[in-house]
């Protein structure tokens, strides 16, 4: 059986955790071997938080041969970064999808993906590598998801519209149809996005203005 390592020790590491633990494969396909320290470091009380053993940090751990690993880490570059020292060791990834999410068989997803519960993925919506879904988000038919990008809790993504690589997108925004977000930008918690937002703007509001 396969085991699980989650990237990250952080709050967002701790819900992974449990939604792994209702995620399709687990017990079958693979259990919870434990945790690597990610791109921030907890205080002493704080590592006691976690309810799985911590086996290192990224730049040390020896892979093993059974071992798969999710990035559970919401900082859109800072998956990148850490997936890439993973990868370049011959680490693999799995998509952990909850068994409470609902996804359409036409939906393309990539490599390393979380898909949190109680998610909605749309027909023909496209979803990169290494994105990270959360709870009660909707990702309409069309829509496309860049690699890397953080969708944060009741999201709702509208029929064709384009999120680019790398994009952070936080709680409660709506993202219209056919808009597009561009690389590396920064949707902030609440935002009506009604057309563009630029590579690398942070945009707040209703609508959606930079900041």
Not at 8 to 25: C, D, I, L, N, T
Not at 28 to 44: M, R, T
Not at 138 to 152: L, T
Request: overall charge neutral.
């Amino acid at each position: 059986m396969k085991q699980l390592i989650i990237i990250g020790v952080g709050g967002f590491a701790r819900e992974v955790f449990r939604y792994a633990q209702k995620s399709v494969g687990f017990g079958v396909d693979w259990q919870i071997k434990g945790f690597l320290d990610g791109d921030v470091k907890l205080s002493a009380e704080e590592y006691k938080l976690l309810p799985e053993k911590l086996l290192g940090d990224v730049d040390t751990y020896e892979i093993c041969a059974d071992d798969v690993f999710t990035c559970a880490v919401g900082s859109p570059k800072a998956r990148r970064k850490l997936a890439e020292k993973i990868l370049a060791r011959g680490g693999q990834f799995i998509n952990l999808i909850s068994s409470l999410a609902e996804i359409i068989s036409t939906a393309e997803l990539g490599r390393g993906v979380i898909i949190s519960p109680f998610v909605g993925v749309s027909e023909r919506a496209h979803i990169g590598d290494f994105v990270a879904v959360n709870a009660q988000t909707i990702i309409g038919h069309d829509a496309h998801v860049g690699n890397f990008s953080c969708i944060m809790p009741h999201v709702a993504l509208s029929g064709g519209c384009k999120i680019g690589a790398e994009v952070f997108i936080g709680s409660g925004a709506v993202i219209l149809p056919k808009a597009k977000v561009e690389d590396g930008a920064t949707v902030g918690a609440g935002c009506v996005v009604l057309k563009k937002v630029r590579a690398g703007k942070t945009v707040f509001g209703n609508p959606a203005i930079e900041i």
